[in-house]
């Protein structure tokens, strides 16, 4: 998609209530992602538009009415069964958008990725555990289809940089509710400490729903600083994200950062945006079981409170037909307050 920085719907996340609720002994984040294959890159295809608004909660205090789904879990599941060094909420609020490589098809080429939009809303549970390991439990909520307004958002924006308008979206995914629960485990495994550390961070994690379903593992080696204070940057799902997740007192002070390099990859078992909607006809493209991502980046703090994130993928093919990897290019910014 032919665009930098856009907010697909006007919308607002009501967390005053929900902050004032949680004991903060720690910073809440706000976090604004974009991903776009034309944001380094003149390309307009496939995973063409992904934009993530998110807020971290503050540190849940011990034992209080929030914690008390964090205990549930720990008590009936092997999740979040070590003893936690902090645990938070997150809010967040997305829309992507996904269309063929030519733009000025109609009807639209049946083997070619469909179109489609998927807005939704979520909330995760994270759980640091000793500083080295973290959980997430994250439930999406959401529609696919002409109530995602991925067309408005996407010929709207076409029409005000005065670029021809993408012609198929007459057959998009028809309307269809979405709901995608996931669970990853991640690790930091240091490797060196000081001035300028490294650690190298293993990802595990399963997703399940009407939208996605996948297995996925991955890792992600950094060298920088402030390396404690996150899991690496967060990413649209399906991805090698390091989650919401920010320790405020493990940053640096001034400047820092660190570079990154990483790789995920995933069994995929459902992908809605090729195999097509659930319980109706619709277009669709035979998926591939297997795909990857290469990433590379660097994130930039310039103090404990501010930071920027920016990285560029390589993703494998994703459906048979396919006839070259996509490059996404992703950027962010985040401030605690």
Not at 35 to 62: C, I, M, W
Not at 102 to 117: C, I, K, Q, V
Request: cysteine-free; charged content about 15%; overall charge negative.
């Amino acid at each position: 998609m032919a665009m930098k920085w856009h907010f697909p719907v006007a919308a607002a996340i009501a967390v005053a209530a929900f902050a004032g609720a949680a004991h903060a002994d720690s910073l809440a984040t706000f976090s604004l992602l974009q991903e776009n294959d034309s944001l380094y890159f003149n390309t307009d295809k496939h995973y063409t538009q992904g934009l993530r608004l998110s807020y971290l909660a503050p540190t849940v205090t011990s034992g209080d009415f929030w914690d008390q789904p964090f205990a549930a879990l720990a008590a009936h599941t092997p999740v979040f069964a070590g003893d936690a060094t902090d645990r938070r909420y997150a809010l967040l609020l997305g829309q992507s958008i996904f269309t063929p490589e030519n733009l000025t098809e109609r009807p639209p080429d049946p083997h070619d990725r469909p179109y489609a939009g998927w807005l939704y809303g979520g909330v995760s549970l994270l759980q640091n555990t000793g500083g080295n390991m973290l959980e997430n439990v994250e439930l999406d909520i959401g529609v696919v289809g002409p109530g995602a307004l991925g067309k408005q958002v996407q010929n709207d924006w076409h029409q005000f940089i005065d670029i021809a308008q993408a012609r198929g979206w007459s057959r998009q995914l028809q309307n269809e509710p979405g709901m995608v629960l996931s669970y990853e485990r991640l690790w930091r495994l240091p490797i060196f400490s000081g001035p300028v550390g490294a650690d190298f961070v293993p990802q595990l994690g399963a997703t399940l729903g009407n939208i996605f379903t996948y297995g996925a593992v991955g890792g992600m080696l950094r060298l920088g600083s402030s390396l404690g204070a996150d899991f690496g940057p967060v990413r649209v799902r399906p991805a090698l994200s390091g989650t919401d997740y920010y320790d405020s007192t493990r940053a640096t002070d001034g400047f820092g950062g660190y570079f990154f390099v990483g790789a995920q990859g995933r069994v995929v078992g459902r992908n809605v945006f090729l195999d097509g909607n659930s319980f109706r006809s619709s277009a669709s493209v035979p998926k591939k079981v297997l795909v990857a991502d290469f990433q590379g980046g660097f994130s930039l703090g310039w103090s404990d409170r501010v930071r920027a994130n920016f990285s560029v993928v390589r993703r494998t093919e994703e459906f048979d037909g396919q006839r070259t990897p996509d490059v996404i290019g992703t950027a962010s910014i985040a401030g605690s307050f």
